[in-house]
């Protein structure tokens, strides 16, 4: 005893020394990273308020829907808990605990765009969407769960190897390159010119996805174009980065309202007042996508179409074990 006492003593030093040697480097006004790094923070606040001002709207609703979907899904897990979870269908769990990821990412998301780093909360939202895509295909019933997550075929009663592991990942990027098809592509039955559009602006999440282009032009643009040399470590609000995350959030928020019935089981008592809640969130959201269209946005009819055709669920939704 006396020997671990000795060489956790040591272990306190060493930190200590550790530390006192990073705030003789890098500390300023009591603050470690207190000189550059601070007054980042400070930044981030300021900008994120302007953001979080200039666009009310999307963020009234925004905290609205969180709430109506932290509360659907904090209530139907209280349920399954209660009651058990159903076992007859194998993948309820697994299709629950998909929408806390999605929870999470959206809120991350949202994190990132109201402090000052919209086009990274950008980024996050491709993750949402694949996230949306695929909830969605087993809503509709477009291929079973082990199909979405690329386990069908393979072991099941011993642990994977390297091999079985990249037919996985293989065989989820079909099954995800077959549903955005089925979704936003070809084999959509949308209008041509809606596909174009959807497809478009699918492809914007990888130009900022991959690399950070968006980001990096913009301040290239800024600097060897306008020749402004006061270059910040937090970029000021911007109207074309913060308008591609609003408009994007409010498509995919809208993808996941439009969902959340999904999760509930079938059992799961009539509530009237969750009924209106959800009718009254999902005409917000329509108003505000058709907003964007009173304004000239040719993506918003896009929009529209394919919410309507692809996300057919309401209220009344609950859940049903896909079987594709």
Not at 231 to 238: A, D, E, H, I, R
Request: proline content about 3%; some cysteine; aromatic content about 12%.
């Amino acid at each position: 005893m006396v020997e671990v006492a000795k060489a956790d003593a040591v272990k306190v030093e060493e930190i200590k020394r550790q530390r006192t040697m990073l705030f003789e480097a890098f500390g300023h006004e009591g603050v470690y990273g207190g000189k550059y790094f601070a007054p980042v923070v400070d930044k981030e606040q300021e900008i994120g308020a302007v953001f979080n001002s200039t666009y009310r709207g999307s963020r009234i609703l925004t905290a609205c829907f969180l709430d109506f979907f932290g509360q659907t899904l904090l209530e139907q897990i209280e349920l399954n808990n209660k009651k058990g979870w159903p076992q007859a269908e194998a993948n309820y769990a697994t299709c629950v605990l998909m929408y806390l990821t999605i929870f999470r990412s959206v809120r991350a998301s949202d994190v990132c765009a109201s402090n000052a780093y919209p086009l990274q909360g950008y980024i996050i939202q491709r993750s949402i969407k694949d996230q949306t895509f695929i909830l969605c295909a087993a809503a509709n019933n477009m291929a079973d769960f082990a199909t979405l997550f690329g386990w069908k075929g393979l072991p099941d009663d011993k642990p994977w190897t390297d091999e079985d592991n990249r037919r996985a990942i293989n065989n989820r990027r079909t099954i995800e390159n077959q549903i955005r098809e089925k979704i936003i592509g070809s084999k959509s039955d949308l209008k041509n010119e809606t596909v174009k559009l959807l497809v478009k602006v699918d492809g914007m999440f990888n130009t900022e996805a991959h690399r950070g282009l968006f980001t990096l032009f913009s301040e290239s643009h800024k600097l060897l174009v306008e020749h402004k040399l006061d270059v910040s470590l937090v970029s000021g609000p911007n109207k074309t980065s913060d308008s591609m995350f609003v408009n994007r959030a409010t498509e995919t928020n809208w993808m996941i309202h439009r969902l959340v019935p999904f999760m509930r089981r079938k059992d799961t008592p009539k509530n009237e007042t969750w009924d209106k809640n959800w009718k009254l969130l999902d005409d917000h959201f329509r108003w505000m996508v058709e907003g964007l269209g009173a304004i000239g946005k040719e993506i918003a009819p896009a929009y529209l179409e394919m919410i309507d055709a692809k996300f057919r669920f309401d209220a009344s939704t609950y859940y049903t074990e896909p079987t594709g």
